[in-house]
């Protein structure tokens, strides 16, 4: 057992004020939700996707709380001016099975790039988060499009460097 020295209690400095060490969590009332616009322009997709789940995710505010919405909505232009490193376009290979036999079905990443520029990026962020309701909420705080306009004029959105 350690004695402290009654000098030692009288300093001013162990006196530990509770009230400063509260944690608090965030919930829907107290979050603050912003738009952001991302550009993907020149980003390679892996990378880019990963940051944009950190922020629909709300990893990257101070009041994050795992299991609130707390993160902000964001909205992609230029998806289909998205890269892939190595010679991932030509190999990397997106399936999908309807549960039928014979029902699975193969495109490459350069073809769904070509035919629907939206889905890569999608798909990318979709796998980066949560498996639960709470992924299915945040992946709906995501807008992509094509091309540099979007319709989500009217919210004000701040352009976000990634």
Known sequence: MVLLHPDFLEHKNFIVDTLSYKTISANSKTV??????VDAEGKTLGRFCSEIAKVLRGKNKTNYTPHVD???????I????????GNKMDV?????????????????AKDLLARKPKDLIERGV????????????LFTNMHVFVGNEHPHVAQKPTKLEI
């Open 126 to 137: 979709r796998g980066m988060l949560p498996k639960n309701r709470l992924g299915r909420k």
């Open 92 to 108: 990397k290979e997106y399936q999908t099975f309807s549960g039928y036999p014979g029902g699975r079905r193969v495109a490459l």
């Open 70 to 76: 707390c993160g902000d909505n964001v909205i992609v």
């Open 78 to 85: 230029n998806a289909e001016k998205i890269t892939m490193t």
């Open 32 to 37: 603050d939700k912003q738009w952001v616009v």
